[in-house]
Structure formats: C-alpha cells, structure tokens
C-alpha cells in the first residue's frame, strides 16, 4: 500500500504566502501604517491648534467629570474623580473621518473612474466587434442569396460538386431543386 504524503505545515504556509491576496494585504497594512502618521500630524498640526482657539489646544485634555471631583496630576493621570475623557473619542473620530475621506476621495474615487472608462473602452471595442461581424454576415447572406438567384435563373450551369458537398439552398448533394 502507499501512503499519500500530506503537504507539510512549511509547505502549506509557503503556499499561503505566495498568494496574491496575502502580499496585496501586507501592502495594504505598510501604506495604512505610514498615512496613519500623516493624518495624525494633520489632526495635532492643524485641528487641534483650530480647536485650540476656542479653548485648550489638545483635544485629550477635553473631559467632564462622572464623579466629582475630577483632579489629573501634572502627567495627566487622573489622581481622584472618574473623568469622561470625549476629547480622545473626539480626536479619534476626527482622525477617522479625515482618514476616510482622503482615502475615499485620492485613492477608491479616482480608482472607480478609471475602472469606469477601462469598462467603457472594453464595451466600445465589443460593440464595434459585434458591428464588423454583423456586417460580414450581411455579405455572406446576400453572396447566398446572389447565388441562389443566379441558379434558379439558369445563368450558370450546375457545378462540379464533390461527395458531401452541398449548394446553397439545398439540403444536400443529389437532392431536388427548390
């Protein structure tokens, strides 16, 4: 009897690494690591310094108190009190948003377009293909049909047809005439 020898664990992770998918993540994760630090500059660069104008200029140091007194010490550790800290959610959502809408409008938008007029394209050449072999057809139909005219009118004798042969119009070779 032999043995099917199963794939090793190596040769199976191997496997799933050389995948497409699995690289084009990787990818994904690197760029996403880098803008991250870009939006996040953004946020503390510009948003926070904005919504600094109206009040403290970082927008973790936003909070209201669950259980008074809300006391932080010098590193901002809460010492006593249970603050609700909606500046960090607000930052974050900021952050999200920002992040969301670069994305969306530099990189899946410009994508869709362009998807769109490759599709376009595509369409376009099948159409004129359709078109071409339409047109073809037209002319073999109206040869056959010249032809079919030229027979039934006695303009040229029968020609010299081999076995398995057929003439146009008729069911096959030796079979009588329209």
């Not at 970082?58 to 909070?63: E, R, V």
């Amino acid at each position: 009897m032999s043995e099917k020898k199963e794939p090793g664990v190596w040769e199976g992770f191997k496997a799933f690494l050389m995948r497409g998918n699995v690289v084009d993540l990787a990818v994904a994760v690197v760029i996403g690591a880098a803008f991250t630090n870009i939006v996040n500059s953004v946020v503390k660069g510009v948003i926070n310094p904005l919504v600094g104008a109206f009040g403290t200029k970082d927008l973790d140091h936003y909070h209201s108190c669950l259980k008074s007194p809300c006391k932080m010490n010098a590193a901002g550790e809460v010492s006593k009190g249970i603050p609700i800290m909606w500046g960090s959610v607000l930052s974050a959502v900021l952050s999200f948003v920002i992040t969301a809408a670069v994305v969306y409008f530099l990189m899946v938008l410009p994508m869709a377009k362009y998807l769109a007029k490759v599709a376009a394209r595509r369409a376009a050449k099948e159409g004129t293909k359709e078109i071409v072999e339409l047109s073809e057809l037209e002319v073999l139909k109206e040869i056959r049909d010249a032809l079919l005219a030229q027979r039934d009118a006695g303009q040229s004798g029968p020609a010299q047809e081999g076995p398995g042969q057929e003439r146009p119009g008729q069911g096959g070779p030796g079979r009588g005439e329209r």
